[in-house]
């Protein structure tokens, strides 16, 4: 039913920067919804990035605290995710998932299993 596709992924040097875009169709977005970024790096379990509720509350995993900003155009409806000062840790494959609330939302979780549309994802690479 919803479609999300992202894109900007690419590799860079420790210390670069690259932005993420996530669009997302047959979704209505001025309903209730959150957004986020996941990735997974070789090895490594799915880990939540950063999260982001359509009333603009954010959740960011404590690796990426300062350092990365998610963000949405309202008007385009394109989520976004800034990473700076990338880490060869940040590598892998970056998911953008986006959910309608559930009852007994509490906030815009990091949890996987709360979310029900998937994108196919977009490869980042960090040399050192």
């Known amino acids: 039913q919803v479609q999300v596709v992202e894109s900007g992924g690419g590799s860079v040097q420790a210390g670069g920067s690259l932005r993420l875009s996530c669009v997302a169709s047959g979704y209505d977005f001025t309903r209730s919804h959150c957004m986020g970024w996941w990735r997974r790096a070789p090895g490594k379990e799915l880990e939540g990035v950063a999260t982001?509720?359509?009333?603009?509350?954010?959740n960011y995993a404590d690796s990426v605290k300062g350092r990365f900003t998610i963000s949405k155009d309202h008007a385009k409806n394109i989520l976004y995710l800034q990473m700076n000062s990338l880490k060869p840790d940040d590598a892998g494959v970056y998911y953008c998932?986006?959910?309608?609330?559930?009852?007994?939302?509490?906030?815009?979780?990091?949890?996987?299993?709360?979310?029900?549309?998937w994108g196919q994802g977009t490869q980042v690479t960090v040399s050192s």
């Open positions: 998932a986006a959910t309608p609330l559930r009852l007994g939302y509490r906030g815009p979780s990091l949890r996987d299993s709360e979310y029900d549309y």
């Open positions: 982001m509720a359509y009333y603009g509350d954010t």
